[in-house]
């Protein structure tokens, strides 16, 4: 059956209001009344329904099963992620959703190239982040929607990423001088409730960041001998992650 998304609040009673995928199924997909449909509200369940009308600008489905998403993992995977030049946070944004991440939190950090400049820009940026997020849950089969948060500096996020029952961050130096590396640092994953994961923007961390990480608790490693892209660190984590906790 197709799935498609729609807010909470287009959930009424037995049916269910599609606007933004209307066209989409009525011009694109031609589906017709009474054909069987999945709609989600990243609220964690799915609902069942059958088209009983359809438009350009809206489509309505009458609701007979509600289900709890059996898609999403038991554990709660956040990245923190260094803002990157051009388009790549959308690749990373796609790639960790479908991997299970459920909350990413763009930061600043001293080596971030990306300027915002107003909090109009920055929102109107977000928002397209966010949709992102949404045709890859809707795509993969998520029953949320990852929340892709307002940016924070690095000092802010760290505090935040401490308080994970576990956090780490990859910190290239470390990597290359054979130091502590990621199966140390993620053999306590197993059965956490929650993870915070900090990845560094295409310059890495300066050495700043790195001891204020560290003197929060966090978990400092390395990657091995190679040297990964920014936009590949979160998805191999994450996968990593789910891996460890039985979620793929």
């Avoid at 209307?22 to 059958?50: N, P, T």
């Avoid at 590949?232 to 039985?246: C, D, F, P, R, S």
Wanted: proline share 3%.
């Amino acid at each position: 059956m197709r799935r498609f998304f729609t807010e909470p609040e287009n959930i009424k009673e037995n049916l269910a209001y599609i606007y933004d995928d209307a066209s989409h199924i009525s011009k694109v997909l031609r589906l017709g009344e009474g054909e069987d449909i999945i709609v989600f509200d990243g609220s964690g369940y799915e609902y069942f329904a059958r088209l009983k009308t359809i438009g350009k600008s809206e489509c309505v489905a009458e609701i007979y099963e509600k289900k709890e998403s059996k898609s999403e993992p038991k554990v709660k995977v956040t990245l923190f992620q260094g803002v990157p030049k051009a388009g790549k946070m959308e690749q990373i944004i796609q790639k960790c959703t479908e991997l299970g991440i459920y909350r990413i939190v763009p930061v600043m950090t001293e080596r971030c190239v990306v300027k915002f400049g107003e909090r109009k820009n920055v929102e109107a940026k977000v928002a397209r982040w966010q949709k992102v997020a949404v045709e890859a849950a809707k795509q993969s089969g998520r029953g949320i929607i990852p929340q892709i948060s307002l940016p924070m500096k690095f000092s802010e996020a760290a505090e935040f990423l401490a308080q994970y029952d576990l956090a780490v961050m990859p910190y290239e130096l470390l990597g290359h001088e054979g130091g502590a590396g990621l199966r140390e640092a993620v053999k306590n994953a197993v059965g956490c409730k929650t993870i915070g994961i900090m990845v560094g923007p295409e310059g890495g961390f300066s050495g700043s960041e790195a001891e204020l990480a560290k003197s929060l608790g966090i978990r400092l490693c390395g990657l091995g001998r190679r040297i990964l892209r920014t936009e590949t660190v979160g998805a191999a984590l994450t996968a990593i992650l789910m891996y460890e906790n039985n979620e793929m």
